[in-house]
């Protein structure tokens, strides 16, 4: 079985500050991690992904995440936040393969503040 | 890039109607989508997969005779959610496998609707 958890459900930071969203995930078997951005009430938008090679990930709008295998982690970072920033950032892990299940945290709702 | 589409964004209905959901994959065709369902402030839980051409595979602790799920062709997909009562309030979101981008089949990202707000009063 695999989970994932976030370990902050609010974070609130300044205009212009840097962030750092926490994800630790467990599983059994190989994984593919994901984080994913969600506007209210709107889909998810994938922000970034990670399956194989280097463990920095470079995503969409300026956002970078890092695997650490050894600390079960996929740490979501941005070195200056904008308020466009502001939502529900979701980490996701898969096991892939042709039992493809995505299973997601239960979510950090960023809010970035003038 | 991959899109998803789904409809209708909002949806009331009464009581013991019928609600249909659908969800159309636009510039790929996706053998597989999966519907979710996401509680205020809480995450995604997935109710089912669909598959094209098969019956969908539910999750457990899901009702499969109160959530029916069609996947007629390979780019849409159908939750009807039956009888439906003031419970079954929720964000209902679809997502889709978009392949082609390098990391084959199983590895790709999923693509995900805008959702469906039900409410049912």
């Known amino acids: 079985a695999q989970s994932v958890t976030q370990l902050d459900s609010q974070v609130p930071v300044f205009e212009e500050a840097p962030v750092e969203l926490r994800c630790n995930y467990s599983s059994s078997v190989s994984v593919y991690l994901f984080w994913y951005v969600q506007y209210p009430n709107q889909g998810l938008q994938l922000l970034l992904k990670y399956l194989s090679g280097s463990t920095l990930v470079k995503g969409i709008n300026g956002f970078e995440a890092e695997f650490n295998k050894s600390q079960t982690s996929f740490h979501l970072r941005k070195p200056s936040v904008h308020i466009s920033d502001t939502a529900e950032y979701f980490c996701?892990?898969?096991?892939?393969?042709?039992?493809?299940?995505?299973?997601f945290g239960k979510g950090t709702l960023l809010t970035v503040n003038p | 890039g991959a899109v998803v589409s789904q409809h209708p964004s909002w949806v009331i209905c009464k009581s013991g109607t019928s609600v249909k959901i659908e969800c159309r994959s636009l510039?790929?065709?996706?053998?597989?989508m999966f519907w979710y369902r996401q509680f205020p402030k809480q995450s995604l839980m997935l109710m089912a997969t669909s598959n094209e051409g098969s019956k969908a595979t539910y999750e457990q602790g899901v009702e499969k005779d109160k959530f029916l799920i069609n996947h007629a062709s390979l780019t849409l997909s159908t939750l009807t959610v039956t009888s439906a009562h003031p419970e079954d309030s929720s964000f209902y979101i679809c997502?889709?496998?978009?392949?082609?981008?390098?990391?084959?089949?199983?590895?790709?990202?999923?693509?995900f609707g805008n959702g469906t707000r039900l409410t049912v009063t």
């Open positions: 997502s889709a496998r978009a392949p082609g981008q390098g990391f084959g089949y199983y590895n790709s990202p999923l693509h």
């Open positions: 510039d790929f065709q996706a053998t597989t």
């Open positions: 996701a892990v898969s096991s892939g393969g042709s039992n493809y299940k995505l299973t």
